[in-house]
């Protein structure tokens, strides 16, 4: 049985997931769940993710959710360095995935809640959940740009799943327009990324066609 992997083009989580799998050789069916239409929420899909969140793997009888658990799964299975090539790197991969999820991409959730989600759906933004979000940003920022002054990657000498995960909130800057200019360490690296990684710099332009594409069509731009 092929792996699935349940997912929108519009999500960043799941362009996580997608390079993952386009540098590792990693071949699945993606199954569309168009979030704008709520397709997240039926009962079929909730009985994969109670959370109603995308993306989902399916593999055989092994159903996982969330990008960093997804990319571990299927570096794990094919044996790839993405995940360190030593079991020190592996263990600072896995402290900056987590690093990331805790410190970093979880407030850019909320800038992109209240800056583009609330802004589609002509709703107000709440002006202290911003606050709070870019205050945690720059806080954070701030230890990224110091850990990139004298480095190529996160970890080690090459790219690994720790880089995929913290630049995972580059995918939607331009909507929800973080302070990340701010920090030239971190946009050096990121702009190393996509002049390095095809599979980083495709998968941009999937997300930003399927973004586009829905805000053109209700006539919100930014």
């Known amino acids: ?24 050789g990693v071949e699945y069916e993606r199954v569309n769940i168009d979030l704008f239409k709520g397709e997240s929420h039926t009962p079929d899909f ?3 993710n109670p959370h109603g969140l995308t993306p989902v793997l399916q593999d055989g009888e092994t159903v996982i959710w969330e990008s960093s658990a997804i990319n571990l799964y299927l570096a794990e299975k094919v044996g790839s360095a993405l995940v ?14 987590f690093w990331s999820g805790e410190q970093w991409r979880h407030f ?4 992109f809640d209240e800056r583009v989600a609330a802004r589609a759906m002509g709703k107000p933004q709440n002006s202290a959940i911003v606050e709070l979000a870019l205050t945690k940003i720059r806080s954070a920022a701030s230890v990224l740009d110091a850990h990139l002054s004298n480095r190529q990657f996160i970890v080690g000498n090459e790219l690994t799943l720790a880089d995929i995960d913290i ?29 390095t990684v095809p599979a980083w710099a495709e998968t941009k332009h999937d997300l ?5 594409t829905f805000f053109n069509g209700i006539g919100v731009e930014f």
């Open 1 to 24: 049985m092929s792996i699935k992997i349940y997912s929108d083009l519009g999500s960043g989580s799941y362009r996580r997931v997608a390079a993952a799998a386009k540098i590792m």
């Open 108 to 111: 850019f959730v909320l800038l």
């Open 84 to 97: 360190g090539r030593t079991a020190s790197e592996r263990h600072q991969v896995i402290q900056w995935m």
């Open 167 to 195: 630049a995972a909130p580059f995918s939607q800057i331009n909507r929800s327009k973080p302070p990340l200019n701010e920090y030239p360490n971190l946009v050096a690296w990121q702009q190393r990324l996509l002049d």
């Open 46 to 48: 909730l009985k994969l």
């Open 208 to 212: 930003d066609g399927r973004m586009d």
